[in-house]
């Protein structure tokens, strides 16, 4: 198995090798590294509410006969002059899809500016935790979809880190990777993102979920090996515009609410505390406490759920999580809506949910592996456009690839 998932990302790398020749005069590159995507079992919208989160990496699609493993490759070499230069192949980023800057020193501070994309890149370099970092050439090549809801954006700038710990190591905290990673998104790239895209992207184990609690920053591995159970994702392939405007102000209200608790977060809160200050907080406001503190209770009952076996139990948390994200916190769409309920007329579907911030992207459909032909052809036939698959294999997060 492992030999395979090597050679499916290798298709990516050879992609990337090839694009890297083309554009630096012919040289090889000397360096490679990968970063998953991700896909959230439950705890959705909690992350930043310092709650839990349920994530895993590793997924394929599958293309006739081949699995195609997904994830965001970076390859490249150092160079002498001090300039970065840095391609990448992704069809959807902004033109220029080349840009080049002198690396950051002391005295020169790198800023974000056009293209829109190239500021997840610059944003790590500038928040990288070693240095002085020397010039360096590079290409990204990805096939996770862009703002698909598989979170390209935490494996882009994860593969960034790895990438540059290979240039100049770091101390090797991990912890501290994940926040660097998440400080470039908020600072360079303008999206004041939890931190679960990339702890994931960071620390992801083959085999396993990580049980991520946002509050402590500890994460508990739950293996998930069972062959008898299938984690199916399924691309609505639609995506609102309403994602970059909405998430923050989802953000405020949660602040707003734990103010009004008396709370430094949400995670502090039990029900009680929200019905006790119900009265305090607008009708939307109370909705949206309702759902995090809900959430972040589902998510601890998920995690013992998965550990105990008991698959009835977590699919019908994921329902619950689904409809509480579509009726109080108001981030589903109908697409989305469609595609869990057609799901969960399957039998042998334990559960299925949105996953990832909402407004389109994906859904996360647990199933026994005996369902899944008819999971599939099923949820094909109801969706009312083109849906993509992909099936989750629990794989390692990000790592130098040889070359
Ligand atoms: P998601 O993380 O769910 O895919 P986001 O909106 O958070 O969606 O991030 C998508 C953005 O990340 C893209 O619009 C692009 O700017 C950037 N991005 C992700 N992957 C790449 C890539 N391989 N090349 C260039 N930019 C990328
Ligand atoms: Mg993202």
């Not at 109370?286 to 009952?301: C, D, F, K, P, Q």
């Not at 329902?319 to 994200?325: A, D, G, R, T, W």
């Not at 595609?339 to 990832?356: C, F, H, K, Q």
């Not at 369902?371 to 036939?381: D, G, N, V």
């Amino acid at each position: 198995m492992a030999g395979r998932r090597e050679a499916d990302l290798g298709s990516l790398l050879a992609q990337a090798r090839v694009a890297y020749r083309g554009a630096f005069a012919g040289a090889d590159p000397e360096i490679a590294v990968s970063a998953p995507g991700r896909v959230n079992l439950i705890g959705e919208h909690t992350d930043y509410n310092q709650g839990f989160v349920l994530p895993m990496v590793g997924f394929s699609q599958r293309l006739s006969l081949q699995a195609l493993q997904l994830g965001t490759v970076m390859v490249g070499s150092p160079r002498r002059d001090g300039t970065i230069s840095i391609i990448t192949t992704a069809e959807e980023a902004e033109e220029p899809k080349r840009v080049q800057f002198p690396a950051p020193t002391e005295t020169n501070t790198l800023r974000p500016g056009e293209p829109h994309w190239a500021n997840y890149v610059k944003g790590v370099i500038q928040h990288y935790r070693a240095g002085p970092l020397p010039g360096f050439n590079a290409v990204i090549a990805s096939n996770v979809p862009l703002g698909g809801g598989l979170s390209s954006s935490a494996s882009l700038e994860v593969a960034t880190y790895t990438f540059l710990q290979q240039l100049c190591p770091d101390d090797g905290d991990l912890v501290a990777k994940a926040l660097a990673c998440q400080k470039a998104e908020h600072t360079f790239a303008g999206m004041p993102c939890g931190i679960m895209d990339q702890f994931i992207s960071v620390m992801g184990k083959e085999g396993n979920a990580l049980l991520i609690d946002c509050r402590s920053l500890e994460t508990f591995l739950l293996p998930l090996t069972d062959p008898s159970l299938v984690v199916l994702i399924t691309n609505s392939n639609v995506r609102h515009a309403l994602t970059g405007s909405e998430y923050p102000t989802r953000r405020r209200q949660c602040e707003e609410a734990a103010k009004a608790l008396g709370k430094a977060s949400l995670r502090e809160a039990c029900m009680a505390d929200l019905e006790a200050a119900r009265a305090l907080l607008s009708e939307v406001v109370y909705r949206r406490a309702r759902h995090v503190i809900g959430e972040i209770e589902r998510t601890s009952r998920a995690a013992q759920a998965l550990q105990a076996k008991d698959y009835r139990t977590f699919g019908r948390l994921m329902v619950e999580s689904h409809n509480s994200l579509r009726d109080d916190y108001e981030v589903s769409c109908p697409e989305l809506d469609g595609l869990v309920a057609a799901a969960l007329e399957v039998r042998g579907v334990y559960g299925s949910r949105m996953t990832g911030g909402g407004f389109g992207g994906c859904t996360v459909t647990l199933l026994e592996a005996g369902a899944a032909e008819e999971a599939l052809q099923h949820i094909k036939e109801k969706y009312n456009g083109t849906a993509t698959f992909y099936f989750t294999t629990p794989s390692d997060g990000a790592k130098a690839q040889p070359l």
